[in-house]
C-alpha cells in the first residue's frame, strides 16, 4: 500500500461558506443548536462535473458543505440558507468550522473560503478550542466506511486555519496503523493538496493527521493531532 499526493481539483472560484447563525461570540439558549450556512459562488445538491468524481468515493446528493464542530468529524450539509441541526451540544463554549465541499468530498480550498464561528451553549463560559490567530490544521478525509470500489483509492483532505505548508515551515503528517497499532503508510505533505491511498486491505484502520512545525514537533492545538477510525469493506 502507498500515500500518493494528488492535485487539486480545478478551482471553483470565489467559492465561500458563511455562518449567518449562531453569531459569534453569540450564547445559544437551547443544547440543540442549529447553524444556517450561506453559499457564496457555490451551489450545493449538484454533481462536481470532473474526473474526479468517478475515481474516488462520490455523494450522489452532490456537493455540499462540511461542517466540524469542535473537532468532531464533520455533518455534511446539503442546503444551504436552511438551519442545520447539529444536535445536541453540553453548555459552554463551542468551535465550529464550516467550508464548501465537492460531490467527492474534497474542500474547496483558500484563506476566504471557510468560516469559524465560536459560539456558546446555556452560558458564557469555557475556552474555545480555535481562535481567529492561532495555527491549525482541520481533519476532513478520509471518514467513515469505504466499500467497493470507493475502498480502491480513498482521498485524505484536510483544512488549513493560519497555516501555509512548505519544505522549510508548517507540515501535513498523515499516519495509518492498522487494528493492532501498526504503521502501515504514512506521508508529509508541503503543499494544500489531498493526497490518495491505496492498497489498504479489509479491515479497521485508524489515521492520524498531524500539523508539523519547522522543528519538527506536532504544533500545540486541539486540533493538530487528530486520529479518526475508517471501515475498508472492498469485497475484494
Do not use: C
Not at 11 to 30: L, N
Not at 167 to 182: F, L, M, N, Q, V
Request: charged share 20%; hydrophobic share 35%.
Amino acid at each position: 500500500m502507498q500515500i500518493q499526493a494528488g492535485d487539486r481539483s480545478p478551482s471553483i472560484d470565489g467559492a465561500m461558506a458563511r455562518a449567518t447563525a449562531p453569531a459569534d461570540s453569540a450564547v445559544v439558549d437551547s443544547a440543540g443548536v442549529d447553524v444556517t450556512i450561506e453559499a457564496e459562488n457555490f451551489e450545493a445538491g449538484i454533481q462536481t462535473d470532473t474526473e474526479r468524481a468517478s475515481e474516488i468515493a462520490n455523494s450522489g446528493n452532490g456537493q455540499h458543505f462540511h461542517i466540524i464542530v469542535d473537532n468532531q468529524p464533520y455533518m455534511a450539509n446539503y442546503e444551504a440558507g436552511t438551519p442545520f441541526d447539529l444536535g445536541d451540544l453540553e453548555p459552554g463554549a463551542h468551535t465550529l468550522v464550516a467550508f464548501p465541499s465537492r460531490s467527492y468530498h474534497e474542500s474547496v480550498k483558500g484563506q476566504e473560503a471557510y468560516d469559524l464561528v465560536n459560539f456558546y451553549v446555556g452560558e458564557a463560559s469555557g475556552a474555545f478550542m480555535l481562535g481567529p490567530r492561532e495555527p491549525a490544521i482541520i481533519y476532513s478525509r478520509p471518514k467513515g466506511t469505504y466499500s467497493g470500489d470507493g475502498a480502491d483509492r480513498i482521498m485524505l483532505d484536510f483544512y488549513l486555519h493560519n497555516v501555509e505548508l512548505g519544505a522549510d515551515g508548517y507540515k501535513a503528517r498523515y499516519t495509518i496503523r492498522d487494528a493492532e497499532g501498526s504503521e502501515v503508510a504514512s506521508t508529509t505533505l508541503t503543499e494544500w493538496a489531498p493526497a490518495f491511498v491505496t492498497g489498504l486491505a479489509d479491515g479497521t484502520y485508524e489515521v492520524t493527521l498531524q500539523l508539523i512545525g519547522s522543528d519538527g514537533n506536532v504544533v500545540p492545538g486541539p486540533f493538530n493531532d487528530t486520529t479518526r477510525e475508517i471501515e475498508v469493506r472492498s469485497g475484494n
